[in-house]
């Protein structure tokens, strides 16, 4: 079964500083695996995925992510964080089609504080 | 640029009332979702949608929930007899234009109230 961890509640960090929201995912074969930002009363916005390739992808918003298969994560980054990047960010595994499920299955959640 | 767009954006209805939530997928997708989000917390998985049958559902999503894509371009989610925990975020959203690898759209939301 698909499973998806994001160990930390809440991540504070001050301006101008680098960001690491924690993911970590379980699946039964290769994982499609993405990154979503939820700003106050929207919807969930797509920010970067892996699904092949490079174990460094690049996404919207200077936000890049690192894929290890050995440790089964894909920790979102980014180089200097701006006040605007607070919000709620998921992370969420999809399994490939041959497991026999379309459902992405989104972590609990990291509620990230950019401090001024 | 492409969008997923539900209607209404914010319901509230009367506990036994029931509900149909309305989304509009992005028009190449194969793929349909349902989620809900209780609080600003846990996304969760309802329903998949796929050549126009479920292809998947949650415990969550029991015979109070159906699904419908009557006319080729909406897709409603309907709670028949609304209780006081259905009250959430609702998410639709849609993926899958050329292949199974690309991203899910996600909807606005409609905020479902139960009183």
């Known amino acids: 079964a698909q499973s998806v961890a994001q160990p930390e509640d809440q991540v504070n960090v001050a301006e101008g500083n680098p960001l690491t929201v924690k993911c970590t995912y379980s699946?039964?074969?290769?994982?499609?695996l993405f990154w979503y930002v939820q700003y106050p009363n929207r919807g969930l916005q797509f920010l970067l995925k892996y699904i092949t390739g490079d174990n460094l992808v690049k996404g919207s918003y200077g936000f890049e992510a690192e894929f290890n298969k050995s440790q089964t994560s894909f920790h979102l980054k980014k180089p200097s964080a701006l006040v605007s990047d607070s919000a709620l960010y998921f992370c969420?595994?999809?399994?490939?089609?041959?497991?026999?499920?379309?459902?992405?299955?989104f972590g609990t959640g990291t509620r990230l504080k950019v401090l001024a | 640029e492409p969008e997923v767009t539900q209607t209404p954006s914010h319901q509230v209805t009367q506990m036994g009332q029931e509900v149909i939530l309305r989304c509009v997928p992005i028009s190449n997708h194969l793929y349909f979702y349902w989620y809900r989000q209780i609080l600003g917390q846990k996304v969760e998985f309802l329903v998949s949608?796929?050549?126009?049958?479920?292809?998947?559902k949650s415990e969550i999503f029991d015979d109070q929930f159906s699904v419908e894509r009557p006319d080729g371009s909406n897709f409603t989610l309907k709670i028949r007899s609304t209780k006081l925990e259905d009250s959430a975020m609702y998410f639709c959203?849609?993926?899958?234009?050329?292949?199974?690898?690309?991203?899910?759209?996600f909807g606005q939301g409609t905020r479902l109230t139960v009183v």
């Open positions: 949608f796929y050549n126009n049958e479920i292809s998947e």
């Open positions: 959203a849609s993926s899958g234009a050329e292949n199974e690898r690309t991203e899910a759209f």
């Open positions: 699946v039964s074969g290769n994982p499609y």
């Open positions: 969420a595994v999809r399994d490939s089609i041959t497991s026999g499920t379309y459902k992405y299955i």
